[in-house]
Nanobody
Framework: QVQLVESGGGLVQAGGSLRLSCAAS????????MGWFRQAPGREREFVAA????????HYADSVKGRFSISRDTANNTVYLQMNSLKPEDTAVYYC???????????????????WGQGTQVTVSS
């Protein structure tokens, strides 16, 4: 079992930056692929970024490519999402998720993830 707690959300002006953190507790965090998803009001949850359990593969949604960066600190059981050049359309609740299957590739479907955090709100003002 893995518990996930996100932090770092908040209100920022367009063009600004935020760094989200996802702290994981429980065993075998290092063997879980990690993903970030977001959900805006009235919209479905969408994939943002993911990193394999080894850190060897990373994938981003086209909408955030070049602006967001995902990383993981296995020693501290934490995954990060650095968000730069934020836009109003990035406003959403951001969730981190863990996939316990030892895949060699990144998965972008929310259905493939086994554990979820409670989410953190990111609001970007214009």
């Amino acid at each position: 079992q893995v518990q996930l707690v996100e932090s770092g959300g908040g209100l920022v002006q367009a063009g600004g930056s935020l760094r989200l953190s996802c702290a994981a507790s429980g065993r075998a965090f290092s063997r879980h692929a990690m993903g970030w998803f977001r959900q805006a009001p009235g919209r479905e949850r969408e994939f943002v970024a993911a990193i394999t359990w080894s850190g060897g593969r990373i994938h981003y949604a086209d909408s955030v490519k070049g602006r967001f960066s995902i990383s993981r600190d296995t020693a501290n059981n934490t995954v990060y999402l650095q968000m730069n050049s934020l836009k109003p359309e990035d406003t959403a609740v951001y969730y981190c998720a863990a996939d316990r299957k030892l895949r060699l590739v990144v998965v972008t479907s929310a259905r493939e993830y086994d554990y979820w955090g409670q989410g953190t709100q990111v609001t970007v003002s214009s």
